[in-house]
């Protein structure tokens, strides 16, 4: 965490990025900016504890930005724009297990009509000999398009995803899956779990069930579909260990 969190109990959250708090220092009712529009399910519920940065600048609209809320004895990321920075954390330190044998090339990378989160090289290129179809395909092979999905989600200890409908998640699913049958490379959607306290991880088909048939297609296609839970204290975030995928529902 790179500044102090204050603490604050919610009132009511007015609409998607806003929750109406009451600082616990102060008392003072406060409106926290929040980076998560999913609808957080027993997490942004009133007297929810969260933690917060203050916001530093005095012309926003918000006065702080929620970072962590407090689930019984577990603390949640609730900040989404954090989860690919955990994600690049563990890319940089070898915590994803799937991914030994490649590094990250480039960040934010866009193809096709969408922006995926991270572009990964293999950490031993093959060599080109020509610039033939073949040799291309197999260039292609060296890179693996990566999106990081964040999980917030915990029903009896199983993580699941999305909490709301998600149109975008859907196409960037579809865009992995044409990505590998245009270019030969491979492709990885990552959920990490902003949380400690799953035991597996499933999608959430009675949410959005176009969802999950896209991720079903994506797995079927050679998509790798992967998730981890993340290790989160009041001190920082980092990836923790790998969680199996529950395809049972489907």
């Known amino acids: 965490m790179p500044r102090p969190l204050y603490r604050a109990r ?3 959250r007015p609409n998607r990025f806003v929750l109406d708090c009451r600082c616990c220092f102060t008392e003072k009712k406060r409106k926290i900016y929040l980076a998560d529009p999913g609808r957080l ?4 519920v009133p007297d929810r504890m969260i933690y917060y940065h203050p916001a530093e600048k005095s012309d926003r609209k918000t006065e702080g930005t929620a970072v962590l809320a407090a689930v019984g004895d577990t603390l949640v990321s609730i900040n989404s724009h954090r989860a690919n920075r955990v994600a690049e954390l ?3 330190t070898g ?14 990378f866009s193809w096709g009509s969408s922006r995926f989160d991270f572009l990964l090289k293999r950490k031993e290129m093959i060599k080109e000999v020509e610039k033939d179809d073949e040799n291309q395909k197999e ?3 060296n890179r693996l398009l990566l999106e990081v999905k964040s999980v917030t989600w915990v029903r009896e200890e199983i993580a699941c995803f999305p909490d709301a409908v998600t149109s975008r998640g859907r196409r960037h699913v ?4 044409r990505w590998q049958q245009e270019t030969g490379g491979r492709a990885m959607v990552l959920f990490l779990l902003g949380r400690n306290d799953a035991a597996s991880f499933r999608p959430c088909r009675e949410i959005d069930p176009d969802f999950a048939d896209s ?3 994506a797995r079927d296609a050679g998509v790798i579909i992967s998730a981890y839970r ?10 923790g260990e790998k969680l199996p995928v529950n395809w049972q529902q489907e």
Do not use: H, N, Y
């Open 174 to 177: 579809e865009e992995l899956i």
């Open 41 to 44: 399910p027993e997490i942004a």
């Open 95 to 108: 915590a994803f297990s799937q991914l030994e044998e490649w590094q990250l090339q480039k960040s934010e």
């Open 215 to 217: 991720l079903k297609s």
């Open 10 to 12: 919610i009132i009511e």
């Open 139 to 141: 260039k292609g092979e």
């Open 90 to 92: 563990g890319l940089r």
């Open 230 to 239: 993340s290790r989160v204290s009041l001190s920082g975030i980092r990836p």
